[in-house]
């Protein structure tokens, strides 16, 4: 989502900052965009590939390679492979792209400015949780360590009090206060800054190793791993018991496949048979 303008070493920056700065959409263009967009989205609020590309040009965004990373995000947003997205979430995760070198503050002000058609000024717990986790979305996809939904939870928990999401009837409050709320956030301010604790936790890897090839005709691992719960970590420190079973009986009353279906014993004689 962004974090302080006062990062200068690009080693320090978040990745979505990085690309930020490399593109020079302005705020302007990217309000020009989202008002075209919901003037183009069909009844169910989508937009096609076409429509959204036609609309970057008329916003005069540049083609290099603002509307390249534009039309990439379309792909990623592009979850089912229909060619059409949609407009208030997607339009919603690009407003990071047009705050360079700001503060947090000013990015989910205007990060709001372009969803204000979806709040009218105002916020209940779960617009909040919607907004965070779009941002989330797009931080996510330029590799950035993003929150966690449970994390997404416990801020806004901070922002409209302890079980606000669940009740029907939660607060409501104008922009200004969510974002005041927001900025002073300790979860958040310890994410942006990169002072959340980092909990290893026991993996188990699936094997054998299996290879994938890269277009450029280099191996890729293909490795799945899986953080192992509480019960699965006493487990894995238990001896092991012995696999070997007592051995059963064995049922002579089987059913031979070469046997001729007409020499083959009735089920009538074999359920007699079991019964004694």
């Known amino acids: 989502m962004g974090s302080s303008a006062s990062k200068t070493n690009t080693e320090d920056c978040l990745a979505v900052e990085c690309v930020a700065k490399y593109m020079s959409i302005t705020k ?3 309000i020009d965009l989202r008002n075209r967009c919901y003037m183009s989205m069909d009844s169910k609020r989508k937009i096609s590939r ?22 990439g995000l379309f792909t990623m947003w592009d ?11 997607f339009l919603l995760s690009l407003a990071p792209l047009s705050c360079r070198y700001e503060e947090l503050k000013e990015i989910l002000k205007f990060a709001l400015v372009v969803f204000i058609k979806e709040t009218n000024g105002e916020l209940s717990a779960d617009k909040l949780v919607f907004i965070l986790k779009h941002l ?16 997404i939870y416990k801020v806004v928990d901070n922002v409209f009090g302890t079980m606000s999401i669940i009740s029907q ?7 200004e206060e969510v974002i005041v709320k927001l900025v002073e956030d300790p979860l958040l301010n310890q994410f942006l800054t990169r002072d959340l604790p980092k909990v290893k936790q026991p993996r188990v890897t699936f094997s054998p190793r299996s290879r994938v090839h890269r277009e450029d005709g280099s191996e890729m691992s293909s490795d799945y791993s899986v953080p192992l719960t509480p019960i699965a970590r006493v487990r894995l420190n238990e001896p092991r018991k012995s696999a070997l079973k007592k051995p059963s009986t064995i049922n002579t009353n ?10 083959r014993p009735s089920n009538r004689v074999m359920w007699n048979s079991r019964r004694k």
Do not use: W
């Open 79 to 89: 979850m089912r492979g229909e060619d059409k997205i949609l407009v208030p979430p």
């Open 28 to 30: 302007q263009q990217l």
């Open 169 to 175: 009837e939660g607060p409501i409050l104008t922009h």
């Open 254 to 263: 089987f059913v031979d496949p070469n046997q001729k279906i007409r020499n």
């Open 50 to 71: 076409k429509a959204f590309n036609r609309n970057v040009q008329l916003c005069k965004i540049n083609e290099n390679p603002d509307a390249e990373i534009l039309d």
């Open 136 to 151: 989330n979305q797009t931080a996510s996809y330029f590799g950035d360590t993003v929150l966690t939904h449970r994390q």
